[in-house]
């Protein structure tokens, strides 16, 4: 059965079939291709090929074409779409659960907290079934992932000289709340003096 995600993506595919489609076509003049469930397929097999990809993005994709094409084959568009994601998922192409700790591993590597790896796998469609194991993972490395995001910014304990303006130090955190860390956490950061590394670094287990 698909998630709600991909579920509200083809039932939108379906409406835009039924109602946007001409005047879509109306407003830009251009020539649309034709497009069956063979060449849906095709699309879809493309796209898993170069993109890892959940159920839901792959949905909305495909939905997309539908948008940009003349409908052709008899089969409803939005069943055609849902049979072709079910399809890519059942060979291993499309796994919600792998998808989720592989992004919320990258992001947590780029210096993202928790509460952004959250919103990400909710905007990719992603249900709390299959994105459990990525928050848990988020959350278990969310000292090391905040000081990543000092060190990028050069804040707290990377910083070249300790922030004594207030203001200053209030845009600090509001950065990391922006990156996704807890204020406590921001805060614990850049309470470190330059160069005062070694506790925060051995309780993250960094070298």
């Not at 879809?44 to 159920?55: D, E, G, M, Q």
């Not at 072709?84 to 659960?97: H, S």
């Not at 309470?191 to 287990?205: N, R, S, T, V």
Request: with cysteine; proline share 3%; hydrophobic share 50%.
């Amino acid at each position: 059965m698909p998630d709600m995600a991909a579920l509200v993506v083809l039932n939108r595919a379906r409406l835009w079939h039924k109602h946007g489609m001409v005047k879509s076509a109306a407003r830009s003049g251009r020539a649309r291709k034709p497009l069956d469930a063979a060449r849906l397929d095709e699309l879809a097999l493309a796209y898993v090929a170069r993109f890892a990809t959940s159920r839901a993005k792959l949905a909305r994709y495909l939905a997309r074409k539908l948008g940009e094409s003349d409908w052709t084959d008899p089969a409803d568009p939005a069943t055609a779409c849902e049979a072709v994601v079910a399809k890519m998922e059942r060979l291993g192409f499309v796994d919600d659960r792998h998808y989720a700790a592989m992004r919320g591993a990258a992001m947590t590597r780029r210096g993202l907290g928790v509460r952004r790896v959250k919103a990400q796998l909710w905007v990719d469609g992603i249900d709390a079934a299959d994105s459990g194991e990525a928050v848990e993972a988020a959350e278990g490395a969310a000292l090391s992932a905040a000081l990543g995001f000092a060190r990028r910014r050069r804040f707290g304990p990377y910083a070249a000289a300790a922030a004594t303006d207030p203001a200053q130090r209030e845009r600090q955190v509001a950065a990391f709340a922006r990156a996704g860390h807890s204020l406590a956490l921001a805060r614990r950061i850049l309470a470190a003096a330059p160069g005062d590394l070694a506790a925060l670094d051995e309780e993250a287990g960094l070298d």
